[in-house]
Structures are given as C-alpha cells and as structure tokens.
C-alpha cells in the first residue's frame, strides 16, 4: 500500500507533523480511493544525516518519497498527486508565504518523488486489492471489516466508515 518517507531537515513539530501526515493521507485516498487505514507516512529528521545534491553536501533538503501502486492511473495522476502534497506542504510548514513569494530554501519542499510498484503484500491479514479495484476488493471483504470494527478495533472502524462514504457516492 502506500507508503510515503517524509525526510525532512526543517525542524517540524508534532502539529505539523500531524497535519502533513492527514493531508497526505487524504490527498492520495481520496484521488484513488485507497482506503486511509492503508496509507503509511514515516517521518526522519535528517538534519545531521550527511546529504548531496549535485556532488555537493547540502543541509536544506525536505523531500517527500511516496512508494505507490501503478494501476491504471497515468503520469498526470501522479503529478497531480505532486502539486497537492507540495501545496499541503506550504500550507503546514510556510503559510506566512504566498503562492508570488518563496519561502526559504530551508523551508521549501525540495522535491516529491514516487516510485515503486508493490508486487503483493498484505495488511491486517487481508491481500493488497490490484491498484483500482479498491471498491470491489472492499466490498468483498466488507463483512469480515465490520466483524472487526464491532470488535472495537479503530482501523476498521474508521475503514467501514470509508466504505460506507464510498458506496453512498457510487449509489
């Protein structure tokens, strides 16, 4: 499932830290309808880890690495998927700057890459659905997710209340 590498040099706070990792999770959910419970966000403060751009050791680097599923979605998906995690960053960690004003370096989102291609994996016992068959994938599985919310467990609490939003949109 997704799982995305905030590597920041930047000294974030929990609140910020909170909010990026919402914002992400709903960015990437809601554009491809992954249920939230799947999307993973690690945070690393690599403010002292040595790092190079050009050949040359840099302190100011805040990069965003996403490992995603393919799927049907194209190129513009992801860059799309780009442009919000970066607006959602200078929502969070600059929003005294304006979209004419840059931040400095320091400051800025210095680059959002997404790779990968995740073969297979499982996630609370169930099997990764194909990229884009997240809404029949939970269908199928939707009774043995209630059985779990009922037994109080707040993943899939929150997972058949997703379900729950997207089968209302889709009739």
């Not at 929990?14 to 809601?30: G, M, N, P, R």
């Amino acid at each position: 499932m997704p799982f995305y590498e905030v590597a920041h040099t930047v000294a974030l706070t929990d609140d910020q830290k909170d909010a990026l990792a919402a914002a992400i999770t709903e960015v990437h959910s809601s554009r491809f309808t992954v249920p939230r419970m799947f999307i993973n966000v690690v945070f690393t403060n690599t403010f002292s880890v040595p790092t190079y751009t050009g050949g040359k050791r840099t302190t100011v680097s805040n990069r965003i690495v996403a490992r995603v599923r393919r799927g049907s979605r194209s190129r513009e998906d992801f860059n799309s998927l780009c442009s919000d995690i970066r607006a959602a960053w200078a929502n969070i960690v600059h929003p005294e700057y304006s979209a004419d004003q840059s931040p400095p370096p320091e400051l800025e989102l210095r680059a959002v890459f997404i790779t990968g291609e995740l073969l297979a994996g499982m996630k609370c016992e169930f099997h990764v659905p194909v990229a884009g068959a997240e809404l029949e994938w939970a269908k199928e599985n939707y009774n043995e997710f209630q059985k779990r919310a009922a037994r109080g467990d707040e993943d899939f609490i929150g997972l058949v209340e997703q379900i729950d939003e997207w089968l209302h949109k889709s009739g």
